[in-house]
């Protein structure tokens, strides 16, 4: 592009060098958008299947992330007992190993709550209330002040920004797609 604009300053007169420039300049911007675009991973134009990604958020919340939950509480260190010891030969540090699966549990349930408190306060009361606390839809109407239907397309909604979060932040992907 630098060639392309010097050439063109010697060769043309003022008016055509300034055409010349916003020519390149609007080139170079949308090579930019294009990069972005990629880098945003945007060009995946399959439609999400909202109720099929709740259910899949609803058991993903229900197994893993309570597993997740319990991992990172769990305590890596044991007592130490003198009864029968016995000579470890292996290469393998478990109490290490089990420390860092510790800290990647927490991390994960770091991650997992931040994206769940990013969502709008009437999402996140609907996603909490439903898919961690597992009230019932009454109760759900109750502390939301929306009917059955609303309070399941916002829940939809919630568990379809929740799922694209987590997807952009981790290696989580929930998200299912229409066939």
């Known amino acids: 592009m630098i060639i392309l604009a010097l050439w063109t300053y010697t060769t043309l ?3 055509s060098l300034d055409l010349v ?14 990069q972005l675009s990629d ?10 299947d909202l ?4 259910i899949k958020v609803t058991n993903f919340m229900e197994n893993q992330y309570q597993q997740l939950k319990y991992l990172a509480n ?7 007992s003198y009864d029968n010891i016995k000579v470890q030969t292996s290469q393998s540090n478990s109490i290490e190993d089990k420390t860092i699966r510790q ?3 927490k991390e994960y349930l770091r991650i997992i709550d931040d994206c769940i408190n990013s969502l709008d306060d009437i ?12 009230l019932y839809h009454w109760q759900i109407e109750q502390i939301s002040g929306y009917g059955n239907t609303r309070m399941y ?9 929740f799922a694209q979060k987590l997807k952009d932040m981790t290696d989580i992907d929930l998200l299912e797609y229409k066939e």
Request: glycine residues 2%; charged residues 25%.
């Open 123 to 134: 999402k996140k009361t609907i996603f909490k209330a439903r898919v961690i606390k597992n």
């Open 74 to 80: 769990t305590s890596p260190l044991q007592s130490v």
């Open 103 to 105: 800290l990647q549990a």
């Open 21 to 34: 420039l916003k020519i390149i300049i609007k080139a170079w911007y949308v090579v930019d958008l294009m």
């Open 13 to 15: 007169d003022n008016t």
């Open 153 to 161: 397309e916002l829940l939809n909604l919630g568990c379809l920004e």
């Open 39 to 48: 880098l945003l991973d945007n060009n995946d134009n399959r439609e999400i």
């Open 51 to 54: 109720t099929k990604t709740r």
